[in-house]
């Protein structure tokens, strides 16, 4: 039998106080595990720990900067101490800076990069030896259509979650002999804080101009909800996708098959 289940397994979802990561960790929720996140600061986590509790998820919350090799550490220790061991792990945390790649900084494009690639690098390497322990594990990491193509002012963020896609494939590779599985899952567009900026209506109420370009490269005519991502990050999580690994699967719609909407009349 086919099996989605995540009884008995502990969940550790980056940057899961809200948006993707918090509707991710809800689903893993609905599918039996037990729900460990953290966040870069106590009172993110604190509201966090109210979001879920007022999804009926008595989550576990933890201050930790996915960057900070010690800090990491230290999660992991106190995680696998008061918790269980992580037996899934979801690199979600990531940051974005829309900056023309000539006026961004050298700053500005090592901190998206720390973020969106060496923190998943950083969490895994602290995660793995203790799958092996244990037998298994399922590492996600949270890619983008970025991971596939590019756009005007996000060269920092392309780069990272491009890197991300390789190093999704390199954990596979590295780490399949374990027992352990690691894929992707790459978002298409969708309605979270930060992509908040891209959707505001304009001061004359008319729509975003991104707003409608993205309708008009999505085959559903519709932004993703972080809830869309969740029945895949829990198949990708369960022991159903036990012989997939390295695979990269982009929930976004259709927007990578399709050309765009053509002009009326065509
Ligand atoms: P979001 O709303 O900005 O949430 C990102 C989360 O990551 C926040 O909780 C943030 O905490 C946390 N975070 C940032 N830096 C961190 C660090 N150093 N250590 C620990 N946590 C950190 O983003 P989202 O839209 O939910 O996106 C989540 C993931 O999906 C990101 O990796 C993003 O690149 C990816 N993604 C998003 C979309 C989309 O359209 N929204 C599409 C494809 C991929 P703070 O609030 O404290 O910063
Ligand atoms: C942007 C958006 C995208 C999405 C996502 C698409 O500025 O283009 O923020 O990067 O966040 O990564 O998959």
């Not at 193509?149 to 780490?175: P, Q």
């Given at each position: 039998?086919?099996?989605?289940?995540?009884?008995?397994?502990?969940?550790?979802?980056?940057?899961?106080?809200?948006g993707i990561?918090?509707?991710?960790?809800?689903?893993?929720?609905?599918?039996?595990?037990?729900?460990?996140?953290?966040?870069?600061?106590?009172?993110?986590?604190?509201?966090?720990?109210?979001?879920?509790?007022?999804?009926?998820?008595?989550?576990?919350?933890?201050?930790?900067?996915?960057?900070?090799?010690?800090?990491?550490?230290?999660?992991?220790?106190?995680?696998?101490?008061?918790?269980?061991?992580?037996?899934?792990?979801?690199?979600?945390?990531?940051?974005?800076?829309?900056?023309?790649?000539?006026?961004?900084?050298?700053?500005?494009?090592?901190?998206?990069?720390?973020?969106?690639?060496?923190?998943?690098?950083?969490?895994?390497?602290?995660?793995?030896?203790?799958?092996?322990?244990?037998?298994?594990?399922?590492?996600?990491?949270?890619?983008?259509?970025?991971?596939?193509?590019?756009?005007?002012?996000?060269?920092?963020?392309?780069?990272?979650?491009?890197?991300?896609?390789?190093?999704?494939?390199?954990?596979?590779?590295?780490?399949?002999?374990?027992?352990?599985?690691?894929?992707?899952?790459?978002?298409?567009?969708i309605?979270t804080p930060q992509t908040?900026?891209?959707?505001?209506?304009?001061?004359?109420?008319?729509?975003?101009?991104?707003?409608?370009?993205?309708?008009?490269?999505?085959?559903?005519?519709?932004?993703?909800?972080a809830?869309?991502?969740?029945?895949?990050?829990?198949?990708?999580?369960?022991?159903?996708?036990?012989?997939?690994?390295?695979?990269?699967?982009?929930?976004?719609?259709?927007?990578?098959?399709?050309?765009?909407?053509?002009?009326?009349?065509?």
């Amino acid at each position: 039998m086919v099996d989605f289940s995540l009884k008995g397994k502990v969940a550790l979802i980056t940057g899961a106080s809200y948006g993707i990561g918090f509707a991710i960790a809800k689903g893993m929720a609905g599918a039996g595990a037990t729900i460990v996140f953290n966040d870069i600061k106590q009172e993110l986590v604190d509201k966090g720990l109210a979001a879920y509790r007022e999804a009926g998820i008595e989550a576990h919350g933890y201050v930790a900067d996915v960057t900070s090799e010690e800090a990491v550490g230290e999660l992991v220790k106190r995680v696998t101490e008061e918790v269980g061991h992580i037996n899934i792990l979801v690199n979600n945390a990531g940051i974005i800076m829309r900056i023309p790649m000539c006026d961004m900084t050298a700053a500005q494009f090592r901190k998206v990069v720390d973020i969106d690639l060496n923190g998943p690098f950083i969490m895994s390497k602290a995660v793995i030896p203790d799958m092996i322990e244990q037998g298994g594990g399922k590492i996600i990491n949270i890619c983008s259509m970025m991971s596939e193509m590019g756009r005007e002012t996000v060269s920092a963020y392309a780069a990272a979650k491009g890197g991300l896609k390789m190093l999704t494939k390199n954990i596979a590779s590295e780490y399949g002999q374990y027992n352990i599985q690691c894929n992707g899952i790459g978002p298409g567009y969708i309605a979270t804080p930060q992509t908040a900026p891209l959707r505001e209506p304009q001061p004359d109420g008319s729509m975003h101009p991104f707003d409608q370009f993205i309708r008009a490269k999505t085959p559903a005519n519709r932004w993703g909800e972080a809830e869309d991502l969740a029945g895949p990050a829990v198949f990708l999580a369960s022991s159903a996708s036990d012989f997939v690994n390295g695979h990269i699967l982009y929930v976004d719609g259709g927007i990578l098959a399709y050309i765009g909407r053509q002009p009326a009349g065509e």
